[in-house]
């Protein structure tokens, strides 16, 4: 299982909605309150922020703990942005890639975030894999359920499907092929935010300075609402949508 955030609004440091909240990321990473499996998110961590004038998304990521990493305490103080993805993980198999397992995963101007579980992987997707070219095969980001959901949705991006469609379609299909999956995606290209909840706790909290859709609250602030289960979040920075999730056919 994991935790994650995107946000976007007004420039912030990194620091900011990572480290400093009461109960930041890196908190929710040995202490998360509201997490359905697992118990810490210590198999690696990842953030994916955006520069003015640059639509592709810097990142870093390791493998360790995200409380033991002084250099992202180094970043995270000094580093600003209008939009990021950030992640904790807790590896669904142990061992699998290292580095290249932790979210966020990225494509041109993507980032994107699992946050759960698909039941019977490998053998449960091995249908949907076949969906996938060679191609995009062998650019998978690594030997994960994660990086495969996220091989599904990218397929449809590039397809043209927006990106609520994308993450809508895919959940359905990777339900389908096992119910018992836990399916919270996030995506962003640094202006929007689409999320789906499904199988797994999710937020989001609307201010006038930014939006931000997270796995749990980093903090006390009222205005924090929680997602009902099986829905479609939309975001931007002035504006959420939340659209119901139908259910896969029996």
């Known amino acids: 299982m994991c935790r994650h955030l995107a946000f976007v609004g007004e ?11 009461p109960h930041s990321l890196e908190r929710q990473a040995w202490q998360p309150r509201s997490q359905v499996s697992g118990v810490v998110n210590a198999d690696g961590f990842g953030v994916g922020w955006y520069a003015d004038g640059d639509p592709v998304p810097a990142r870093y990521r ?22 990021l993805l950030a992640a904790v993980r807790g590896a669904t198999r142990p061992g699998a890639d290292g580095e290249a397992a932790a979210a966020p995963f990225a494509a041109g101007p993507w980032l994107f975030s699992h946050n759960g579980a698909v039941a019977g992987y ?7 894999a076949g969906s996938l070219s060679a191609a995009e095969l062998v650019s998978l980001q690594a030997r994960t359920d994660s990086a495969l959901v996220w091989g599904l949705v990218l397929h449809r991006l590039r397809a043209g499907d927006a990106p609520g469609p994308a993450l809508a379609d895919t959940v359905r299909e990777v339900a389908e092929a096992d119910p018992d999956s836990r399916l919270n995606l996030l995506l962003t290209d640094g202006t929007e935010i689409t999320a789906t909840s499904w199988g797994n706790s999710l937020w989001y ?10 796995s ?31 259910e896969p056919s029996p």
């Open 11 to 21: 420039p912030v440091t990194l620091g900011e909605l990572l480290l400093r909240p």
């Open 62 to 83: 390791r493998a360790a703990p995200i409380w033991g990493d002084l250099t992202l305490a180094d970043l995270a103080r000094v580093v600003r942005t209008g939009a």
């Open 122 to 128: 490998p053998d449960s997707l091995t249908g949907l």
């Open 205 to 214: 909290l609307g201010r006038p300075d930014r939006t931000v859709v997270a």
């Open 216 to 246: 749990e609250p980093y903090d006390d602030d009222p205005l924090w609402r929680e997602v009902p289960d099986r829905t479609l979040l939309s975001a931007t920075r002035t504006d959420v949508t939340l659209t119901p999730l139908k």
